[in-house]
């Protein structure tokens, strides 16, 4: 039995792009124990050996590694050959250990190594300052010069592209915007409600414990999105939000994140993911947050003095 046929029939109540993370991880980490893949019918290769060697990696590829491989244990069941019940408590409690320390140096807005040297000079901000790179080079021309019916499948990248950086420029999204559809179909759509569009995600990594995820698009995105959607309704038939540039079909969700890496990292000279995009918004939020408590402190400060002077 293949590993991810397994994998399959264990988690039934997972999402398929959970389904995808966990096989990726998990052959990430039999490659770590010099493995091609993850074997079918033999849980030996998840060994305390493999375990300390994760402990000793970045806290994230710890936090990764320790959740692929207490994942990987509970496909192969204790009734697999080779499955030892207390190294898949081990396995489990460093998923406990590494997610605690994890946490906690986000909470104290700490940065990892990776994301140190991915980290942009004006954080979140230079996605947005990207977005209106791409818009003034690229996208503007094409949409001045060019009509929705003679678009070139190259064209229709370039203003593809400058509109994901654009959405990630103020939604901080997981890579669920590759399975958007342009019309309510499916579980992940667009859809105009009134005079504002949406974006409605039925299914997503967290859609058991949080539901579904529907929200107005901010308006720079709204409006990125009526000039870009003609475009996509006039060039494809794929139902597709994304496409890609050689076949014209849907754009993948692997195609549109290595899409966002590579650019960013042409451009901003930094190579960003969509987990590292989020680190950026969050961590943006996180300072807001401490400046208007800094705001309101020194307010409080000031009213007080105030008082104390009338007072008097």
Known sequence: MRFETRLRRQCTACTESSIRTYVANIKA???????????????????????QVVKNETLGRYKRFSIAGRK??????????????????????????????????????KRTTREAANWPRDGYQAMQRLARQL?????????????????????????QKHFVILFYAWHALRGDLAEARITPKGQNYIYKKGSRWHLHIGEHKTVRAHGAIDFALAGPVAEGLDRFLPYVRAATDHGYLLTTMRRGTRLRRHD????????TEERLGKRLGVQMI??????ES??????AAELRAQMGHSAATQFQYVSK
């Open 256 to 263: 549109m994140l290595k899409m966002i890496r590579n650019c």
């Open 278 to 283: 989020r680190v950026l918004r969050v961590t």
């Open 29 to 51: 980490l039999a490659k770590l124990a010099g493995l091609q893949e993850a074997p079918g019918n033999d849980a030996s290769w998840l060994d305390v050996d493999l375990l």
């Open 72 to 109: 990987a244990l509970q496909a192969y069941g204790s009734k697999t050959a080779g499955f030892s019940q207390d190294v898949s408590e081990q396995w489990a409690q460093a998923v406990v250990e590494s997610s605690v320390e994890y946490d906690k140096q986000r909470n104290e807005q």
């Open 135 to 159: 818009y003034e080079e690229e996208a503007q021309y094409i949409y001045e010069s060019t009509s929705p019916e003679h678009i070139t499948p190259g064209d229709l990248y370039k203003i």
């Open 286 to 291: 996180a300072e807001e947050v401490d400046q």
